[in-house]
């Protein structure tokens, strides 16, 4: 009985190491696999149909100047709506450090940018899923790249609104309605562009600003469209009108005058601003809380 396991034991061990040397050369050649391979593997075509837009690679040079514009460094996650064949993502993580997420509706482009993200050994920072981008929940990315459509841009538009203030969204060729972009792109080939926006803080209400040290108050009206921001009202009686208002993101400049033009900046803190002004020479802090 002994003698028949030990044969067994041995047949096992022999038809082990057979499986094993029939499978390394396959295994060898997915460990090396080239994108050239990727590419013939899974076949895309440009212009092919997939769920709300057709698939057309981005040129390398706009990729670069998109992320490039969008200031990605290795502190940013970047989400790729609509992500084809991974390109911005896997660019975005080999080129300037970041981690990456790119979202995918056609299962064969997201094994095709899976299989690329192999070989450039970046699946410690780029991820590709299978989905929705209507279904995606992207409020972690600090950086959101896109290539759509204007109507689905429109779509977005809310949500991507509703960002953290300072989220930079970067749209290859189509642009976000009556939202101004912050900074148009082209790339060094030319006729081919994006555009850049940065997530405004919203500010529109009335507040309440307070000089720290002397505790004096007055208020301000401040309408706002997008980054645009101006006094909603004439001034009354201890509201004063605002000018040369700026709002990038979460940071915010305006002037208005307290006997002579003051320069307040700072940052909107929801519903709250932390504010300073440079006065006589001397620095000068105020805070700021929303009334309505």
């Known amino acids: 009985m002994l003698k028949r396991m030990d044969t067994m034991t041995a047949y096992a061990r022999t038809l ?3 499986t094993a040397l029939l499978l390394a050369p396959a295994l060898a050649s997915s460990a090396t696999m080239t994108r050239e391979q990727c590419f013939r593997q899974f076949s895309p075509k440009s ?37 084809g064949d991974g390109k911005i993502p896997i660019a975005a993580a080999r080129d300037f450090g970041a ?3 790119g979202v ?5 482009m997201v094994q095709l940018a899976r299989c690329y993200v192999r070989v450039e050994g970046l699946t410690d920072k780029v991820q590709i899923a299978q989905g929705d981008i209507f279904q995606t929940d992207f409020s972690q990315a600090t950086v959101l790249t ?23 969204v970067v749209s290859n060729t189509f642009k976000m309605g009556d939202w101004s972009p912050d900074q148009f792109i082209e790339s060094e080939i030319g006729n081919t562009r994006a555009y850049l926006w940065i997530v405004p803080a919203q500010v529109e209400g009335l507040w309440e600003v307070r000089e720290d040290l002397s505790g004096k108050t007055f208020r301000i009206q401040l309408s706002q469209h997008y980054q645009e921001l101006k006094s909603a009202t004439a001034p009354g009686e201890d509201t ?7 709002l990038h993101g979460a940071n915010i400049e305006f002037t208005v005058n307290d006997g002579a033009p003051l320069l307040l900046t700072g940052v909107v803190e929801g ?15 105020y805070s700021a809380r929303r009334l309505r």
Do not use: C, F
């Open 146 to 168: 896109l290539y759509l459509l204007s109507d689905l841009n429109l779509k977005l538009r809310p949500t991507i609104l509703n960002l953290a203030p300072g989220t930079r």
């Open 104 to 108: 995918e509706y056609n299962p064969q």
């Open 240 to 246: 004063r009108q605002i000018r040369d208002a700026k």
């Open 99 to 101: 981690r990456a997420l």
């Open 271 to 285: 519903d709250e601003m932390r504010l300073s002004a440079l006065v006589s020479g001397e620095r000068k802090q």
């Open 47 to 83: 212009g092919q149909a997939g769920k709300d837009v057709i698939w057309v690679p981005t040129l390398d040079e706009l990729v670069h100047a998109m992320l490039k514009a969008a200031n990605v460094g290795p502190n940013d996650y970047v989400i790729d709506l609509g992500s």
């Open 16 to 18: 082990i190491a057979l």
